[in-house]
């Protein structure tokens, strides 16, 4: 059984989506997306610096971009589950036919707008915490003010809060924790500094129709799985300023019985966590067009005929 996951903000570089856009069809449907939200995402994935990019409101829709456009570089496929860390869950949501491509991309671009602003109105930021036990990890977090934005598993929580309480944590790490690494992300996400973009994008999801799943999908609210299109935009809405369970995630992954799992670009992190928590289950990362043929053929070795998968 084949997951298919898309990352989040942290895993953008400068020109990645260069070699993409060299795809048959790429550059004029990425050009088509940059006409319907208003950015110019050709620009920012292939000529704009690591500081532009990691502006929330370019990276966001710029993540959810370059997923979309890879998972369709694979072809017409039905995998067994999707799911996405972060704004990774808006991609999944298009993966799973609960909003189509552009209404994705819209309620990214005004995600990233919100969020932007909110961040604007504190200087907050992200620091993942590599190693340590769990809870040991979060009662430090706690103690200093910060909030575990994100529980990865594997050994990975990220923190989150003001930039003074990020440098305390810097210089006060968790005991077992091996290292404190700053993140390419320019605010405190999934925590109360995020509040004031839940009501706008809120109203953003009630403009939209959004239908019911047609694969299993994976929420990172708590690993459960989802089967009401509204619930999942509700869901949308409110883990803007939740913490991120994708620990729970990995775990639904190996009561469904994943035994593949295919990052869509720019892959790596999350392969890089299931590599440590789901021993034994094949792991892809789609960082560039050559890793395409490598993905199809596990693909084609995991298989999940589509009348399994969808309603699932």
Request: proline share 6%; net charge negative; with cysteine.
């Amino acid at each position: 059984m084949l997951v298919l996951v898309a990352p989040g903000q942290g895993a953008q570089t400068p020109g990645f989506l260069t070699p993409w856009l060299e795809l048959p069809g790429a550059a004029d449907r990425v050009a088509a997306w940059s006409d319907a939200i208003g950015l110019d995402l050709v620009h920012y994935g292939t000529q704009a610096d690591a500081e532009a990019i990691r502006d929330t409101a370019v990276a966001q829709p710029l993540l959810v971009a370059a997923g979309l456009l890879s998972a369709a570089a694979l072809g017409d496929i039905a995998p067994g589950a999707v799911a996405g860390h972060s704004v990774g869950e808006i991609t999944a949501a298009a993966f799973a036919g609960v909003l189509d491509d552009v209404s994705a991309l819209n309620l990214v671009r005004k995600r990233g707008l919100a969020m932007a602003d909110a961040a604007a109105i504190t200087e907050t930021g992200m620091s993942a915490l590599l190693g340590g036990d769990p809870q040991v990890s979060v009662a430090h977090l706690e103690k200093l003010g910060l909030t575990p934005a994100n529980i990865n598993g594997a050994g990975q929580i990220v923190a989150a809060g003001t930039l003074e309480q990020l440098a305390a944590l810097a210089e006060d790490k968790p005991e077992g924790v091996r290292k404190v690494v700053p993140l390419k992300v320019a605010g405190a996400f999934h925590t109360r500094h995020m509040a004031p973009a839940v009501d706008t994008l809120a109203k953003a999801a009630a403009e939209l129709a959004p239908a019911d799943p047609k694969l299993t999908y994976v929420s990172n609210k708590d690993g459960r799985t989802v089967a009401s299109g509204t619930e999942v935009l509700e869901r949308l809405v409110g883990q803007v300023a939740n913490p991120v369970r994708w620990d729970l995630c990995m775990e639904t992954f190996k009561e469904l019985g994943v035994t593949a799992l295919i990052e869509v670009c720019p892959g790596g992190t999350l392969t890089g966590l299931a590599k440590r928590a789901l021993p034994g289950v094949r792991t892809l990362a789609l960082k560039t067009p050559e890793d395409l043929d490598a993905a199809r053929a596990l693909i084609a070795e995991t298989a999940t005929p589509a009348a399994d998968a969808a309603g699932a």
